[in-house]
């Protein structure tokens, strides 16, 4: 696939399909008149009219005869006046969608010509970029018939304003695909079926990053290093199953050697049948996706690496399954953690925090600037902020802005949740250090709390991903979040 920015307008530009806005009004976007010009007005007479409308993401594909293009896609932009970020983002979706089901071999955008506010060439190149990655990708299906044809479409161009903005929108653009890649490889692993990602899956899928890429290297260890380790606390989750427990270390060389790096800490969980506090069945064929902040940190190292971020960048994966069985942990059990702490497990479906800590133990040894973790952590974070937004909470209130302000750059949005002092009290135990779980009140920011406790000295914040990390229903798979708030992130930190 190839993205590309030209300049000019579009009346002069040769493609397969020209993409274009209208207004809710009924009036064609400004970057839609010259090319309207060449049409004799056709555009405008089917706008007036009513045949075009222009509701944000509303779509219509045109054939014309004469002019630069073969086809017009005609995308609704809502009212007139600047978009937003949000409105760009999902008219460019909306867009790709369609120019993907058109069988068009090439286009340009003229969408990025509009007024966005708080963007500039680079940001419309990156979210046009990351938009087509989007409708382009296709689940990993697991069928017997033969796979559809993939699309056609196989160069996208944007347009900008002049010359001097196209190495801008020229970089964005490929920052955007390489965020699209990486948003891929999170959806691939994450829409796997769990007998076939497994804990031993994703160690040989590391394995494959750092063969793709020369500044990633990759190391497993096993169940033998993590008892060296003293990883009670991990180890007590993957008791009740067959499948060996695997941590992971995927490493981006990007900067000078020796400089701190950034450590991203995400939970693998491949399969959480809640163990013996066994979930509802309804739904539980989701938990398959309990491993996708494993599988955020292996799409962001890959967008890393695509795009050269000049930074290092280790990514530590705790994978595992929580399954029942006679050796399973019990609840009342208590375990040892890496840092000597004893956990009452009070309900062992609160697992991802007891991976967490001692992956978050771990990456004191590499004496990290930044230890970001991401994890479909809670189903409290789901009631409280929904399918929309992802939770943050740190220890550092430098950090999670820096976080917020790359989703909204992202338009990958996260919201601030407190860790106050009252919510660790809720943590006491009588038989250990502390428990693992206090029951529904503040589940998402106790469970936050409850890994603060292994971050002392380290800047750190949690990223709660449960609720935006996949979809249900008729639309069930990955989303691909939050790779672009993380590579965003990483690609704007500045350090302390």
Known sequence: MRFHAVSGAAARRRTDCAIVGVHESGTLAASAVPLDARLNGRLARLAKRGDLRGRIGETALLDVDGGPCQRVLVVGIGGKGALTRKQYKKAMLAAAAALVRSGARDAVSFLSLETVTATDAYYRGRLAAEAVGHALYRVPAIRSTRPPKPPALAAFAIAVQNRSQVA???????????????????RDLANLPANVCTPSYLASRARQLAREHRSVSARTLDERELKRLRMGSFLSVTAGTDEPARLIVLRHQGGRRGAAPIVLVGKGVTFDSGGISLKQPPGMDEMKFDMTGA???????????????????IGIVPACENMPSGHATKPGDIVRS???????????????????????????????????????????????????LAAVMSNDEALAAEILAAGQRAED?????????????????????????????????????????????????????????????????????????LVDFLANHRGS
């Not at 599988?295 to 960048?313: D, E, M, R």
């Not at 920011?445 to 406790?453: E, G, N, V």
Request: one cysteine or more; glycine letters at 10%; proline letters at 2%.
């Open 168 to 186: 801008d929108a020229n970089r964005g653009l490929s920052h955007g695909a390489a965020i699209a890649a990486g948003a891929s490889l999170t």
């Open 295 to 313: 599988a955020s940190v292996f799409g962001a190292i890959k967008a890393a690496a695509i795009i050269g971020l000049p930074i290092n960048l």
């Open 413 to 485: 949005r996260a919201w601030h949740m407190p860790m106050a002092e009252e919510y660790h009290e809720q943590l006491k135990s009588n038989f250990a250090d502390f428990t693992n779980s206090c029951g529904r009140e503040g589940g998402a920011i106790t469970a936050a709390c409850f890994l603060s406790k292994f971050t002392e000295g380290l800047r750190w914040a949690h990223l709660d991903i449960a609720g935006v990390a996949y979809l249900s229903g008729a639309q069930k798979g990955s989303t691909g979040r939050p790779v672009a708030l």
């Open 338 to 388: 890496m840092s000597g702490r004893t956990i009452e497990v009070v309900n062992t479906d609160a697992e991802g925090r007891l991976i967490l800590c001692d992956a978050l133990q771990y990456a004191r040894r590499f004496k990290p600037a930044v230890v970001l973790d991401v994890a479909t952590l809670t189903g409290a974070c789901v009631i409280a902020l929904g399918a929309h």
